[in-house]
């Protein structure tokens, strides 16, 4: 999503039982990510006046890697990482 909170990408085919983390790696778009980590520098949204690095938050399904953002694991954390998640 963009600073508007506008859909930028969605590419939804896969079937149901298929973890949406390995549906991620194995799209073009995860291929393009993990090949070339800078691929999201430089993002501009439409009508723009700069440019921005872009940031992916997912569930636990997706493993934590330099552009992904998830939550900490389990459902005993710490108050800090409760307010993290929020």
Do not use: E, W
């Not at 859909?7 to 990510?33: K, M, P, W």
């Not at 997706?62 to 900490?72: G, I, K, S």
């Amino acid at each position: 999503m963009d600073a508007l909170c506008n859909f930028v990408i969605v590419d939804i085919s896969a079937y149901g039982r298929q973890s949406d983390g390995n549906v991620f790696a194995r799209s073009l778009f995860g291929h393009l990510l993990k090949s070339n980590p800078n691929v999201s520098r430089g993002l501009a949204s439409y009508g723009a006046l700069s440019t921005t690095s872009a940031l992916f938050v997912g569930d636990d399904a997706f493993p934590l890697q330099r552009h992904f953002m998830r939550p900490y694991p389990g459902q005993l954390i710490s108050t800090d990482r409760r307010i993290f998640h929020y």
